[in-house]
């Protein structure tokens, strides 16, 4: 099966080795090419020294010269709003807005065609910056990731916004994390280790299984245990949601890039928690064209017993991609 989804990286799924400086920028993207990737998605202020102030004339010639030896493309970069940057100030729309600009400029000196937008960013802050995007040929994303969904309330007022200016320049970046049918098993293995009751644990799984609101499952475990760490485990309902993949049907058209979430990708190639088969079969059905970027989490879950293989775990995400008809 061929389709129009194309396979891109985040650099941010090598977090733990670069943190480790077990390897460098050019190593991720290396790394990236090798899967069979054909885009690169960066957060800028982990790759990118300096960022998001303008990189240097020397670093945009060396960043250019390893697209072109790796032959990958610059596809998204992620920016963020500080907005307690300077102690005991708050920053203001304007001062917001400035430095949502100064992101696109960033973005633009490097080549990127996305921004993902950090989901609290709110939609006056968005509209305001929408034009400067377009003069810079810029497509801006609100990131939609759990617990909020395509159809959530702070997602409609964002669709507000796009039906209301029909800009073509701002949409939606769905997380595949919204789509977990099981509890990841690192997650909840982490904190067993750190000393919930495994058959709470167990309870809570079975619970989000089942399809019970995150809601229920937390006052019910309230019930059982009044130690922090058991309602830590019930609250993971609540931030790994499931939602039926056809709840992007409507708004596919809105879609300007993917985010790709894994956190435990296993031999064969399938991801623990999220139904991959489903939500692809989905997209490629509805005609979604653009990248779905392989961000991998699972590091920070399991770190303080094995050792993190990113490179690994990408690679098998990517195979699954490539599985599913993406990118080939």
Same mark, same amino acid.
């Given at each position: 099966?061929?389709?129009?989804?194309?396979?891109?990286?985040?650099?941010?799924?090598?977090?733990?080795?670069?943190?480790?400086?077990?390897?460098?920028?050019?190593?991720?993207?290396? +790394?990236?090419?090798?899967?069979?990737?054909?885009?690169?998605?960066?957060?800028?202020?982990? *790759? &990118?020294?300096?960022?998001?102030?303008?990189?240097?004339? +020397?670093?945009?010639?060396?960043?250019?010269?390893?697209?072109? /030896?790796? /032959?990958?493309?610059?596809?998204?970069?992620?920016? @963020?709003?500080?907005?307690?940057k300077k102690k005991g100030h708050y920053w203001s729309d304007?001062?917001?807005?400035?430095?949502?600009?100064?992101?696109?400029? @960033?973005?633009?000196?490097?080549?990127?065609?996305?921004?993902?937008?950090?989901?609290?960013?709110?939609?006056?802050?968005? %509209? /305001?910056?929408?034009?400067? +995007?377009?003069?810079?040929?810029?497509?801006?994303? $609100?990131? &939609?990731?759990?617990?909020?969904?395509?159809?959530?309330?702070?997602?409609?007022?964002?669709?507000?916004?796009?039906?209301?200016?029909?800009?073509?320049?701002?949409?939606?970046?769905?997380?595949?994390?919204?789509?977990?049918?099981?509890?990841?098993r690192v997650q909840v293995d982490r904190m067993i280790r750190?000393?919930?009751?495994?058959?709470?644990?167990?309870?809570? #799984?079975?619970?989000?299984? /089942?399809?019970?609101?995150?809601?229920?499952?937390? @006052?019910?475990?309230?019930?059982? *245990?009044?130690?922090?760490?058991?309602?830590?485990? +019930?609250?993971?309902?609540?931030?790994?949601?499931? &939602?039926?993949?056809? *709840?992007?049907?409507?708004?596919?058209?809105?879609?300007?890039?993917?985010?790709?979430? #894994?956190?435990?990708?296993?031999?064969? #190639?399938?991801?623990?928690?999220?139904?991959?088969?489903?939500?692809?079969?989905?997209?490629?059905?509805?005609?979604?064209?653009?990248? $779905?970027?392989?961000?991998?989490?699972?590091?920070?879950?399991?770190?303080?017993?094995? %050792?993190?293989?990113?490179?690994?775990?990408?690679?098998?995400?990517?195979?699954?991609?490539?599985?599913?008809? #993406?990118?080939?």
């Amino acid at each position: 099966m061929s389709s129009n989804i194309k396979r891109a990286v985040s650099l941010y799924s090598y977090q733990e080795e670069f943190f480790l400086k077990k390897m460098n920028l050019e190593d991720c993207i290396a +790394a990236a090419a090798a899967t069979g990737a054909t885009g690169i998605e960066i957060v800028g202020e982990q *790759s &990118v020294p300096g960022c998001p102030k303008l990189p240097s004339d +020397a670093f945009v010639d060396q960043w250019f010269g390893w697209m072109d /030896k790796y /032959k990958v493309t610059p596809v998204a970069h992620d920016m @963020f709003l500080d907005y307690n940057k300077k102690k005991g100030h708050y920053w203001s729309d304007d001062e917001a807005v400035e430095s949502f600009k100064q992101d696109i400029r @960033f973005a633009h000196k490097l080549g990127f065609k996305v921004i993902r937008v950090i989901v609290n960013t709110t939609p006056q802050i968005i %509209e /305001k910056v929408i034009p400067f +995007a377009e003069d810079h040929d810029i497509k801006l994303g $609100i990131e &939609v990731h759990a617990p909020w969904n395509i159809n959530s309330a702070w997602m409609e007022r964002h669709w507000d916004v796009m039906e209301r200016t029909g800009t073509k320049h701002f949409g939606f970046i769905p997380d595949m994390g919204g789509f977990c049918r099981r509890l990841p098993r690192v997650q909840v293995d982490r904190m067993i280790r750190n000393g919930a009751d495994p058959e709470i644990a167990k309870f809570v #799984c079975e619970q989000h299984e /089942k399809g019970i609101m995150a809601e229920y499952t937390i @006052f019910e475990v309230s019930r059982m *245990s009044n130690r922090r760490i058991d309602m830590a485990v +019930a609250e993971l309902s609540r931030h790994n949601t499931f &939602v039926n993949p056809l *709840s992007l049907v409507p708004h596919i058209d809105r879609i300007v890039h993917i985010h790709g979430k #894994c956190l435990e990708m296993l031999e064969d #190639c399938t991801e623990y928690s999220i139904p991959y088969n489903e939500v692809v079969a989905v997209l490629l059905k509805h005609g979604y064209n653009g990248y $779905i970027a392989t961000e991998y989490e699972g590091n920070r879950h399991i770190q303080d017993v094995y %050792e993190v293989d990113s490179v690994e775990q990408v690679r098998r995400h990517q195979q699954m991609l490539k599985n599913l008809g #993406c990118g080939i």
